[in-house]
């Protein structure tokens, strides 16, 4: 089974509005951590933000948010106000405490999102 | 500061060609990672590293070598290219202090095509 899946191959949003983007993700290990990073098409990697899974609040940075369900074991970006700039390929990852080795990520395979006028 | 350096930036090789990918990092990170990115995919681990002398093998790393001489840099080596090695190479690390909630921090890539 894949450890995080990401169902939206492409989402478009208009400029200022809100946009959700699916992770879900698979994991028996109770202590793990979910990031999600940004790239643009110049392809470089950007931190966006972290939950761990012990967080009671939900994550918040800037115009992200992550919507965290730990029942569903889903983990949703929401970017509020979208801008030009916020087009891009988005993926979540996983890192797992206790069954991960050397702290590594495991990622989706992404969302292309594309913000219009 | 540099953060983590990749080079090349862009190489085209023939099939059975041999090459190394540099990564070197000047942040003092313990661990150390190779990512591969094909075209409109996420990302798969090849190799890593939790310290100098200390490598192991990731999800994808037939075709793959990597050496850890030194904290700074972990080199990935192809031997014998072939064109499903085709792909952009990430390099990142992290620091092993506050380990469960650091980001990796990610060179800007190697694109590499095997022709």
């Known amino acids: 089974a894949q450890k995080i899946t990401q169902t939206q191959p492409g989402m478009f949003v208009q400029e200022k509005e809100a946009v959700t983007l699916d992770c879900t993700y698979d994991t028996s290990d109770p202590s793990y951590g979910l990031f999600w990073y940004k790239q643009p098409s110049s392809g470089e990697m950007i931190f966006l933000i972290y939950q761990g899974s012990y967080d009671q609040q939900n994550a918040t940075e800037g115009r992200y948010s992550l919507n965290f369900q730990k029942a569903r074991k889903s983990a949703n970006l929401v970017i509020s106000a979208s801008q030009l700039g916020d087009s891009a390929m988005y993926f979540c990852a996983m890192r797992e405490g206790l069954t991960g080795g050397g702290n590594k990520l495991t990622f989706g395979t992404g969302t292309q999102l594309k913000v219009e006028l | 500061n540099a953060g983590v350096t990749q080079t090349p930036k862009f190489r085209i090789l023939k099939i059975g060609q041999s090459m190394t990918l540099q990564c070197t990092q000047d942040m003092n990170h313990n661990y150390m990672y190779w990512y591969r990115q094909d075209p409109g995919m996420g990302l798969k681990l090849i190799y890593y590293s939790v310290g100098a002398g200390i490598t192991d093998k990731g999800e994808v790393p037939n075709g793959y070598n990597v050496s850890r001489s030194t904290t700074e840099d972990f080199p990935l080596r192809l031997e014998l290219a072939a064109p499903s090695q085709t792909s952009v190479y990430f390099c990142?690390?992290?620091?092993?202090?506050?380990?469960?909630?650091?980001?990796?921090?990610f060179g800007n890539g190697t694109r590499l095509t095997v022709t």
């Open positions: 990142a690390s992290k620091p092993r202090t506050g380990a469960f909630n650091s980001p990796l921090h």
